[in-house]
């Protein structure tokens, strides 16, 4: 079992920067792909960027890329997402997620099997 809380959210102008912290407990952290998906209401989970567990291998987003940075810590079993040139189309309740295949750094939500609780983001316009 695997339990993940995402914290950082808040609201922002666009322009601006956040960086989202999830912190993960229960099994093995560091052996394990971590990834960010974000999800508007009535919409679909849409991923967002994906780490292998050794921090080399990266995932992103085409609408993120060059903009959002997916980093890792092991020894504090934390993943960040930096954020940075936030747009308004960025608002969503962002989610961490760990993968049924732990090298796995699919953009199909369908492939995780553990989801933190989710954190808000909202960038004003």
């Known amino acids: 079992q695997v339990q993940l809380a995402e914290s950082g959210g808040g609201l922002v102008q666009a322009g601006g920067s956040l960086r989202l912290s999830c912190a993960a407990s229960g099994r093995t952290f560091s052996d394990r792909a971590m990834a960010w998906f974000r999800q508007v209401s009535g919409n679909e989970r849409e991923f967002v960027a994906a780490i292998q567990w050794s921090g080399r291998t990266t995932n992103y987003a085409d609408s993120v890329k060059d903009r959002f940075t997916i980093s890792r810590d092991n020894t504090k079993n934390a993943v960040y997402l930096q954020m940075n040139s936030l747009k308004p189309e960025d608002t969503a309740v962002y989610f961490c997620?760990?993968?049924?295949?732990?090298?796995?750094?699919?953009?199909?939500?369908?492939?995780?099997?553990?989801w933190g609780q989710g954190t808000q983001v909202t960038v004003s316009s």
């Open positions: 997620a760990t993968p049924r295949n732990p090298w796995d750094i699919t953009p199909d939500p369908a492939r995780y099997n553990y």
